[in-house]
């Protein structure tokens, strides 16, 4: 028996298997049809660029993840190094100060001794920016100087650095230290 019945403008039959091989051969062309193969054929290119994409970030995140990594050790080790070639500078100091106390000599040789160790130890710091503040007759800049005191002093412009207390100190034009100063009055 083969009667059919066009509901829905899709063949059936009476028999429940036939009406299911047809409506396979209608989807079976409907997969055939030009349109729906190029929709498949840009969803798998959609699947393929993200699959792509998604490694791209991986990587990247991975990169960031081993950048940040390495510097926290260059930092970690910056920090616990940072001071190495300063003291490699002030060795020679500490060797010529130990051998100064070695010898036994007069006082004269004792002062210049005294004055070549300073001199080795402003040169090892002056190669680090660190620069001395001796401001002995120059006018008072309250950036890096500090006033202890003033002082009359008649022939002396106002504000003049009479006496150095305590040499100051920049780091690279920075003040480490103040010189401490005594003023002429106005």
Do not use: C
Request: charged share 30%; proline share 4%; hydrophobic share 40%.
């Amino acid at each position: 028996m083969n009667d059919t019945v066009n509901t829905n403008e899709q063949p059936t039959t009476t028999n429940k298997w036939e009406d299911v091989a047809l409506l396979s051969q209608d989807k079976l062309e409907l997969l055939d049809h030009p349109d729906y193969k190029k929709l498949m054929d840009d969803f798998t290119k959609a699947e393929q660029d993200r699959d792509e994409v998604r490694n791209q970030f991986l990587l990247a995140k991975a990169d960031i993840e081993n950048a940040r990594k390495r510097f926290e050790r260059d930092l970690a080790s910056a920090h616990k190094y940072a001071i190495d070639r300063l003291v490699l500078e002030l060795l020679p100091v500490i060797d010529s100060l130990e051998r100064g106390l070695e010898i036994k000599t007069t006082m004269e040789s004792i002062n210049a001794g005294m004055q070549l160790t300073l001199d080795l130890l402003l040169k090892a710091l002056q190669k680090y920016g660190v620069k001395q503040v001796n401001p002995v007759g120059e006018m008072f800049n309250p950036g890096i100087h500090e006033a202890m005191s003033v002082q009359d002093a008649p022939d002396i412009t106002p504000n003049t650095v009479l006496t150095v207390v305590q040499k100051g100190y920049l780091l690279n034009e920075r003040v480490l230290r103040p010189a401490l100063v005594i003023v002429s009055k106005s």
